[in-house]
């Protein structure tokens, strides 16, 4: 057989001469830089990835290790590196990084540093749910931040516009945003994909201005939280079930506009 040629080498690189996009980049964990320069030991050095690009290289992963290592060694010493040539861009590199680090074997890359990157190049779906978020006077928590009309379900929110699409998507932010105005307790993960679970299973046949009445009844949100959080059917079809319920009370018992809840 053959030598077989890959696009990129292994090197050797001085410290200094190794760059961190902050852009995409996560940020440094300090307590596992420390952790690194108390334990090092040589056999457990992996090398870092990097990217050759415009006479620079950027690192995409092993960004703790390339901290710990000049902090230990200083600016000159010499780190193990695999070194690609075949990234020409800087989005490139932005996607290699996550894809490297979408592993479930190694200890993942936040949600929330996955979403910068991927709002930072561009990323299409992400881009669009910010705008929307934000088009409700809502925000994501892309950092650490909390509070009033903060959605810090990350996961969740991605799920529902995968789930959802664009315009229903909107629809489901637009409940949520008038029937609570941003409450903790209606952007949390179980209601977030509650609502998008009742949202692609009933719309165009509820009628959202009555449906954001009553969800916005004082005792309605407590009652769904609540609710959803009990019985054998927890997680999204219950929240879901619970938010029929809220609108279906709204109706007489004969109504032929009541949701069928036997559709979840």
């Given at each position: 057989m053959g030598v077989v040629s890959h696009p990129y080498e292994f090197k050797l690189i001085k410290a200094k001469e190794i760059t961190v996009d902050r852009l995409y980049q996560r940020k440094i964990q300090k307590s596992m830089v420390k952790e690194i320069v108390n334990n090092f030991d040589y056999h457990k050095v992996n090398c870092v990835k990097v990217v050759y690009r415009e006479g620079q290289y950027f690192a995409f992963d092993g960004q703790q290790t390339t901290t710990a290592l000049r902090s230990k060694f200083g600016d000159n010493y010499m780190i193990p590196c695999l070194v690609y040539y075949d990234v020409p861009t800087w989005i490139d590199e932005a996607i290699l990084f996550e894809g490297t680090n979408d592993k479930k074997e190694r200890k993942a890359v936040g949600i929330r540093d996955m979403w910068n990157s991927r709002l930072n190049r561009g990323?299409?779906?992400?881009?669009?749910?910010?705008?929307?978020?934000?088009?409700?006077?809502?925000?994501?928590s892309i950092g650490h931040n909390a509070g009033t009309g903060v959605i810090r379900a990350l996961e969740a929110i991605d799920k529902a516009y995968a789930d959802l699409g664009e315009v229903k998507f909107e629809e489901m932010i637009d409940i949520l945003h008038r029937a609570w105005n941003g409450t903790p307790e209606s952007l949390t993960s179980p209601m977030i994909r509650g609502l998008a679970m009742f949202v692609k299973t009933y719309y165009g046949e509820y009628n959202k201005d009555k449906l954001v009445e009553k969800l916005s009844k004082p005792t309605a949100l407590g009652a769904i939280v609540s609710g959803g959080g009990s019985g054998n059917r927890r997680g999204p079809v219950k929240y879901a079930e619970e938010i029929v319920g809220v609108y279906n009370n709204s109706l007489g018992k004969d109504s032929p506009k009541r949701l069928d809840i036997k559709k979840l």
């Open positions: 990323d299409e779906s992400a881009t669009t749910i910010r705008k929307i978020v934000e088009r409700h006077k809502m925000q994501l």
